[in-house]
């Protein structure tokens, strides 16, 4: 197996029993509406239901008539319901939104039906997906009452794109837009990513990189994005495109693109109406502006407010929606990057136009392995904020190392803000209830390219999962979300299902250890982030020198972040401030975050700084070993080739713990002058060869 099926591998049920008893429940298949998303919905039933009951015309059962006497499934919307079946869902009905879906047993004639129902088709085709998942993981088709809707309204990938299809921190090949021979040639593989997607939930793609080129905005390339979203549309996914601000001037001959200019305001107006020519349901603009270089209005002495409304705007006739990044951060603010992006936009709450949601990284640097929560959500509770999660591993060992993410996901959604008192949870932030936001958004940056499995490693393919998941309800747990994505991709085998799930479930724990552990950060080497450069120290920008951050010296390590240092824990809520601030009860995961503290510091455990940060990084390199260990026994259990593929990247991550904490230890160690202690294994190289290690290809710059 090669990994291309996804977590829509289908196979046949082994069991014969589980198998027959589906078999019993599906004697016919009857659809109400007549809809290119009903038709895809029929499709997927078509693969889903030959692949695992191993039926050998799925097609030959399906119809559009009436129910005849025979036990089956029933795709309707509301609006083709009987009267009678109307009134039995109506409160099913109301706890619903136009996504939400009801699938349920119910007896008509005398005969049990399976009723997959909901506003609109879309929401009916996330049922069928819903539907197929109980028979991937052998559940029972008795007495369903399965109500769900997602919590979000935007649910959307980014992907960091390029036109030549170069993928900025891609590691899985290149971009899977073909960009040359479009729109005349469309691949088979956008049909499966538009499955892929819609099987999580996810209903929105911002196709290009948010370092943008504005060749996209050219008719040249608005014909070939048509036909990308034409593709999508039946799956209930819409497309965003990435607007480089100084556009007006690239594309269209300006000579500003100053957001209060009178021509630059009408060309986006115009500009706007025809990308909605060409694509009748566009989403929107995804915008870095005024961030690492990118155009904006700043250059114009204008502010963020003027240039997200002056896009909004132009959208609004459309429906169209603007997201605004937050993610900025200036050379000349030397006290701390960290705060930087609370300053520029918490003033600005509830000056956005309400079509205009701002796009904020998990937290306040960039994509660490672990992050503190960022302190924007919930300081703008007028203001639509957007979670950005990164699933591309830009910063956790590109795509060899397995991690799995939504267990990090889970730990930020959770943490509590309390804005508005205990309670308040990032979850409740993103998915509006906290504040009653109209809108709502999540973005995950992509993962996906060319390579065969689309990840780079089949493990990974869990965190495009995972992510859909949690854009789908942010409450969900980890655990479940790594349970079934198992079950739908390996087997339902338990001792292989409880195997993968400790791999997954250990490993953000375990990268974060051989990498960053207590709270360092951004310790990754210069330009590809590949591997450990805590020594870096020369670049242009003081706040891209790893030394900026970690700030080791004889007296000890961390950056100090409470009021005697650089005061960004009073961007929290007091509470959360309080609990940072404070060494007894800030949590020992971000105690270098926010803290500079000697090497003789006394942890929880009561051995000293520099020993417990050894230790820690020993048991990153332990924990990997145990992933190793894991996997091998799983030899036999699934396919060869994922067996083979996953052992090797697994045996990879184990060579590059170690190097991680070699590199990291033998580095500080210049500092803190200590032994390591027991238990820690000592390197077979210097810290002199560590640094001489060079990567001129490494991917995804
Ligand atoms: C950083 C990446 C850079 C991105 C930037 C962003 O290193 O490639 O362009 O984030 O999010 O993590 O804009």
């Known amino acids: 197996d090669n990994g291309y099926n996804l977590w829509l591998q289908y196979v046949q049920i082994e069991d014969v029993n589980v198998r027959q008893a589906y078999i019993e429940k599906l004697n016919q298949i009857v659809y109400l509406n007549d809809n290119e998303t009903i038709n895809v919905a029929l499709d997927e039933l078509n ?9 050998s015309d799925v097609s030959a059962l399906v119809n559009s008539e009436k129910i005849n006497n025979e036990s089956g499934l ?12 109307k009134r039995e869902f109506k409160s099913d009905f109301n706890k619903i939104n136009e996504e939400g879906f009801i699938i349920k047993s119910v007896i008509i004639n005398n005969v049990s039906q399976i009723i997959i129902t909901g506003k609109t088709e879309v929401a009916v085709l996330y049922g069928t997906f819903r539907f197929l998942k109980l028979l991937q993981s052998h559940q029972s088709l008795n007495n369903l009452n399965i109500i769900d809707a997602p919590k979000i309204q935007k649910r959307v990938l980014n992907h960091w794109d390029n036109l030549d299809r170069t993928v900025e921190r891609g590691y899985s090949g290149f971009s899977i837009w073909d960009w040359h021979r479009l729109p005349d040639y469309l691949d088979f593989r956008y049909t499966d990513y538009a499955r892929a997607n819609a099987s999580v939930g996810i209903n929105g793609t911002v196709l290009n990189n948010v370092n943008a080129n504005a060749n996209i905005l050219t008719p040249q390339y608005l014909e070939k994005v048509a036909a990308l979203a034409k593709v999508f549309r039946p799956y209930g996914i819409k497309v965003y495109l990435t607007a480089r601000f100084s556009a007006p001037m690239e594309i269209g001959g300006l000579k500003t693109s100053d957001p209060l200019d009178e021509d630059v305001i009408s060309w986006w107006k115009q500009k706007v109406k025809e990308v909605y020519q060409f694509i009748p349901d566009f989403g929107g603009f995804l915008v870095k502006a005024n961030s690492e270089g990118q155009p904006g209005p700043q250059n114009y002495g204008r502010n963020h407010v003027d240039g997200a409304n002056m896009l909004a705007e132009a959208l609004n006739p459309f429906g169209g929606i603007v997201m605004w990044r937050a993610f900025v951060y200036s050379e000349h603010d030397t006290t701390d990057r960290a705060k930087q992006a609370y300053s520029e936009f918490v003033p600005f709450d509830g000056k956005f136009k309400d079509n205009v949601l701002i796009q904020v990284k998990n937290g306040a640097i960039d994509f660490q392995p672990r992050e503190p929560f960022h302190p924007m959500f919930g300081a703008m509770p007028k203001t639509p904020l957007m979670m950005e999660f990164q699933i591309t591993q830009e910063y956790l060992g590109q795509s060899t190392h397995t991690v799995f993410l939504p267990k990090f996901y889970e730990e930020v959604l959770k943490t509590d803000t309390y804005r508005e008192g205990k309670g308040s949870t990032v979850a ?33 393919q869990a965190n495009w999962y995972g992510y859909g998941r949690l854009a789908w309800n942010p409450d969900l747990k980890a655990e479940n979300i790594a349970n079934e994505w198992i079950r739908m991709t390996f087997s339902n085998d338990i001792a292989v299902v409880k195997t993968i799930e400790d791999i997954l479930l250990m490993s953000h724990e375990a990268v974060v250890n051989y990498m960053t552990p207590f709270g360092l950060h951004h310790i990754m080497a210069t330009g590809h982030h590949y591997g450990p450069g805590p020594w870096v120290a020369n670049l242009s920008r003081p706040e891209w020198n790893p030394v900026y951050y970690h700030k080791a010296d004889a007296n000890g390590i961390g950056f100090d972040r409470t009021e005697k240092g650089s005061g960004a824990t009073d961007q929290y809520a007091k509470e959360v401030s309080k609990e940072f601030s404070n060494l007894n ?18 942890l929880k455990s009561g051995v000293t700084l520099w020993d417990g940060l050894a230790l820690k990084y020993q048991e990153g390199v332990n924990q990997v070993k145990q992933m190793v260990d894991y996997w091998k026994s799983l030899e036999g259990k699934i396919d060869q080739q994922r067996f083979k593929e996953v052992e090797m990247l697994l045996n990879i991550q184990l060579k590059e713990a170690k190097w991680w904490r070699d590199a990291c230890l033998l580095y500080f160690q210049q500092f803190s002058k200590k032994q390591l202690p027991q238990g820690v294994e000592k390197s077979t190289k210097s810290l002199e060869e560590f640094k001489n290690m060079t990567f001129p290809f490494a991917p995804g710059n």
Do not use: R
Not at 74 to 85: E, K, P, Q, R, V
Not at 585 to 602: A, G, I, N, Q, V
């Open 585 to 602: 009860s800030c949590p020992e995961e971000y105690l270098l975050w926010f803290h500079h503290l000697s090497w003789e510091y006394k």
């Open 47 to 55: 693969i889903g239901l030959s692949g695992m009951l191993g039926l």
């Open 74 to 85: 029933m795709l309707a919307t509301y609006s083709t319901l009987s009267d009678g079946l």
């Open 428 to 460: 409740k932030v993103i998915d509006g209830s906290l504040n009653n936001q109209k809108l709502t958004g999540i973005a995950g940056v992509s993962n996906v390219g060319t390579d065969i499995n689309w990840t780079g490693n089949v493990m990974l």
